[in-house]
């Protein structure tokens, strides 16, 4: 009896994760950077202008239909918008956005993000939107 339970419990996991795909809707002004094979997208604003905290991808080494990507959720992140990202040794490091002078750097294979603010700091430059990498 448990083994049957523990197969169904086994199959609905692995279902929900490789076979659900995520659903993240229309957004604007979110963050993108690559890794591994790897495109990421963090957060961004929808369309009614709330802002996300959403960190997603698709998977580059697998064929999709552009049409319906395959996002996978990654997970919650730092909320973040209109700023700019690098890589550096498998972390999105993301600068500026949102009129904010803060730092977020992501964690690439557990997506866990930190906050570096700066926004009190006369050492940075002032905040602004659309920044450059």
Known sequence: MHT???SI???LILFTKYAVCY????RFELVAAIIANKLYFCAGVKTDFTPQND???????????ASDPPFQFQNNITST??????VHESKIVIFGGGLTNRI????????????????NSSAWPSPRRFPTA
């Open 4 to 6: 049957s339970i523990n």
């Open 9 to 11: 419990l086994l199959f």
């Open 23 to 26: 659903a993240p809707g229309e």
């Open 55 to 65: 960190l997603f991808y698709i998977d580059l080494n697998q064929q999709f239909d």
């Open 81 to 86: 918008h209109d700023g700019s990202a690098v």
């Open 104 to 119: 977020i750097i992501i964690d690439e294979p557990s997506g866990l993000s930190k906050i570096i603010s700066s926004d």
